[in-house]
């Protein structure tokens, strides 16, 4: 599956965000705890709970300029996003492996730092193309 080529520049413009960029903005993520228990993996809930929080409305912002641009095709993209997610989740792997899976594959595509990779990662775990809700 290839990924979205504008993705690296989604990435670049959160890396080069600075605090300022954030003192408006508040976000509460909801329904993780129905994707990730945070009873079984408080480390992983924590940390997509905590990144949603400071930078989902940010990073839905730089989405919408780029596809708006033309420079991403945002929908693809979440296409492309369930896809990868649905193919390593297709291989019995905990929530955690396939979390680490999907920024690895960023990383590869974009030679973008890994952090910001797992940010873009929890962006689509609460934008519902990564993680199902469990039942």
Avoid: W
Avoid at 88 to 112: A, C, R
């Amino acid at each position: 599956i290839e990924l979205e080529k504008g993705l690296t520049e989604v990435i670049i413009r959160i890396r080069n965000l600075k605090q300022k960029d954030f003192s408006d903005l508040s976000m509460n993520p909801k329904e993780i705890n129905e994707k990730i228990d945070p009873d079984e993996n408080f480390l992983l809930y924590n940390q997509v709970k905590t990144t949603v929080t400071t930078y989902f409305i940010k990073i839905k912002e730089i989405m919408e300029s780029l596809d708006k641009g033309k420079i991403i095709d945002y929908e693809e993209l979440q296409h492309q996003m369930k896809s990868a997610y649905k193919k390593i989740k297709s291989g019995n792997k905990s929530k955690s492996e396939v979390f680490y899976s999907l920024s690895e594959k960023l990383h590869k595509v974009t030679l973008q730092e890994i952090i910001f990779c797992q940010v873009i990662v929890c962006y689509f775990i609460q934008s519902c193309e990564v993680f199902d809700a469990t039942t």
